[in-house]
């Protein structure tokens, strides 16, 4: 995300198609970690049940996966047990949110699916990283490849969900030829910002579509036999 990228002090993204399928193990993630000069078991995962409850991440938490949560929090503590430390989500269409508090030396990543959202995990997050000592006026959030509006049309009683949650014409909720269109990434900037984050410091808007983009990234929606994977986003200190 271009919002990150005067903090050289932190590294992040989201594998494509051209690094291969990657799987929920630590083996499978073994590039990610050489490119970054670090070991697997420096890797943090999350167990991802399309809920939204978030874990606090220490060294103590390093090459397993934390139990029940979608959302990740880890805070730099300049150790050798922590400072390689990093975070990692899979993705093959709901919405990897990447999160860095610059004065706090707090990073978090969560996966934002459409059961997530609705149940307000970036709110949990920021609510996580504000225990944690962060002001969310310094945050910074952006949001990785994901389905975009453009091809994610959900049923009917889905589209009326998010609608009563979030009101009509907020850009959440559309319609095109009898079918509805859901905005997960309008759904998030809208969680953030009624949680305090600066629309300025949320980069929720220039990421791809997974679906639309065949070519780099893998979709659920759009998956096959031949096709079907995950991307692994990620985030941590350099």
């Known amino acids: 995300s271009p919002l990150f990228s005067e903090y050289s002090e932190v ?4 594998t494509t198609k051209q690094y291969g399928p990657v799987k929920r193990d ?3 993630v073994q590039k990610l970690c050489d490119a970054y000069k670090r070991k697997t078991t420096d890797l943090i995962t999350a167990e991802q049940t399309h809920g939204n409850i978030v874990s606090e991440v220490s060294s103590q938490n390093g090459g397993v996966v934390a139990p029940s949560a979608d959302g990740l929090i880890l805070r730099s503590e ?3 047990e922590t400072k390689n430390l990093f975070l990692g ?7 990897p949110v990447f999160f860095y508090d610059p004065t706090n030396s707090l990073v978090g990543l969560c996966h934002g699916g459409w ?3 609705y149940g307000k995990i970036v709110t949990q997050m920021v609510d996580m990283c504000r225990k944690n000592g962060s002001d969310p006026i310094n945050l910074r959030v952006s949001l990785g490849p994901h389905i975009r509006a453009c091809s994610y049309s959900v049923p009917e009683e889905r589209a009326e969900q998010f609608e009563k949650m979030y009101g009509k014409n907020t850009g959440v909720v559309s319609v095109f030829d009898t079918k509805y269109f859901l905005n997960l990434s309008e759904a998030i900037f809208l969680d953030l910002i009624q949680s305090g984050v600066k629309s300025d410091n949320i980069d929720h808007d220039s ?7 065949t070519n780099a990234f893998y979709s659920y929606r759009r998956r096959s036999t031949e096709e079907y994977s995950e991307m692994i986003s990620f985030i941590g200190f350099r």
Not at 89 to 95: G, L, S, W
Not at 207 to 213: A, G, K, L, M
């Open 11 to 14: 590294f992040h993204g989201t």
């Open 26 to 28: 630590i083996s499978s």
């Open 78 to 80: 300049n150790t050798d």
């Open 89 to 95: 989500i899979f993705t093959a269409d709901c919405v």
């Open 115 to 117: 059961r997530g959202v």
């Open 207 to 213: 990421s791809p579509c997974t679906y639309c983009d």
